[in-house]
């Protein structure tokens, strides 16, 4: 154990001694980290996000097609779709997006019964602050706490928002919070009167269908009977969407890997011609080392310890930026990569969600192909005649 400590003593004084290269490698391997690092954290946050908010989506979601696109969906579908059997419930809701030009942003407006007197059942959220919608009451909303406070808004504000050529004027009751980032920084709830005034749906029509099941793992045998009933229903299957999502998400974050994969290369090489580049001043001081009595193994154990402290020093680095570009600063560029083409979120704060094991694979990953490729020249120069070296013949 001494003689491994004295080792480690060394091979950290022997970096200091080569500050330049040890810089020039750690920032490389650094960065490198950083990149990889950032991708994997990212898609695991928005991974977890995703499958939080689908635990309160319903088992089936029927909308209706007309020419191909959604449009709104009679009420009377209910009964129809009701009537099958395994089916437990049937919702007809109302919701949709509201484009806000100046914000360059979309927010999610959904309506909510009232006469439950209460907050929906499938919507993951907790009132903060003020308090729900009351039954009966019109012109009211409660809204997330990241988007209040994003807008600049609180309990008792007001806002005055356009609805076609009028202006509609809502009165902020509450606040809300929820595990959930999405519906936090999106979602306005408001009564189902005045959302359908808000979303200008007539009476007897809906945005979509709600459907519960008593046996989800049934939705495809459900929406097929579905399907045969309205053919020009398109029928979404919450087990089917997780798994959608959690290959787009695997697909777009393995995309961005393999793009950086050239810069591991390279960063490769570089370590490479650095390393191999041994200079005088090395040579003399293995060859002094073998001189007093080290022997070749001593030299690589020395010079493992060296790269292996550097690579430590450089990846935690590396990991620490990543954990602040993606957390602290919302990842801007590569956000909107991973997000896609749609701008929904005025403000997105997403939460943690790797690993240990997924770190210590990234970790792994650009570690030891480093450490690998110090071996060899140090192999080359250990086993040289120490007076050769010392005398600078090799």
């Not at 996000?49 to 191909?68: N, S």
């Not at 793009?259 to 290369?265: E, G, Y």
């Not at 020395?302 to 602040?324: D, H, K, M, P």
């Not at 919302?330 to 403000?347: D, N, V």
Request: glycine content about 10%; proline content about 5%; overall charge positive.
């Amino acid at each position: 154990m001494k003689r491994h400590l004295a080792l480690i003593r060394f091979a950290v004084g022997s970096s200091r001694r080569r500050a330049g290269r040890t810089l020039a490698l750690g920032v490389a391997l650094a960065l490198v980290t950083f990149a990889f690092s950032a991708v994997l954290f990212l898609t695991e946050a928005l991974r977890r996000e995703f499958h939080l908010g689908a635990q309160g989506l319903p088992d089936l979601t029927v909308q209706r097609l007309v020419a191909g696109r959604p449009a709104l969906i009679g009420e009377a579908w209910t009964r129809q779709i009701g009537g099958i059997a395994g089916i437990t419930k049937v919702e007809a809701r109302v919701w949709g997006y509201y484009f806000v030009p100046a914000l360059a942003g979309n927010f999610t407006v959904v309506g909510v019964d009232t006469s439950t007197r209460g907050r929906p059942a499938d919507a993951p959220l907790v009132v903060g602050q003020g308090r729900f919608l009351e039954a009966g009451a019109s012109n009211e909303v409660v809204m997330g706490e990241t988007l209040a406070k994003f807008l600049g808004l609180t309990v008792d504000d007001a806002i005055e928002l356009p609805v076609g050529k009028t202006r509609q004027r809502l009165q902020i009751v509450g606040l809300f919070r929820s595990s959930v980032a999405l519906w936090t920084a999106d979602v306005i709830l408001m009564s189902l009167a005045d959302a359908r005034q808000f979303l200008q749906v007539p009476p007897g029509s809906a945005t979509d269908i709600a459907v519960s099941l008593s046996t989800p793992d049934e939705g495809v045998v459900a929406a097929r009977k579905i399907a045969d009933l309205l053919p020009d229903a398109r029928i979404l299957d919450r087990q089917l969407m997780n798994r959608g999502y959690d290959l787009t998400f695997d697909t777009r974050g393995g995309i961005l890997g393999a793009m950086l994969m050239p810069a591991l290369v390279a960063f490769l090489v570089l370590a490479w011609d650095r390393l191999t580049g041994v200079g005088p001043g090395e040579r003399r001081e293995i060859g002094a080392l073998k001189a007093m009595g080290w022997q070749t193994g001593d030299v690589l154990i020395a010079r493992l310890w060296e790269n292996l402290t550097i690579s430590l020093q450089a990846t935690l680095a590396g990991l620490v930026g990543a954990y602040l570009f993606v957390f602290h600063a919302q990842a801007p560029g590569l956000a909107k990569i991973l997000f896609g083409w749609s701008s929904l979120y005025p403000a997105l704060q997403v939460a943690p969600a790797v690993t240990g094991g997924q770190v210590l694979v990234l970790a792994c990953l650009v570690m030891l192909p480093f450490v690998a490729v110090s071996l060899v020249p140090a192999w080359r120069a250990a086993t040289c005649d120490p007076l050769a070296l010392l005398r600078g013949v090799t």
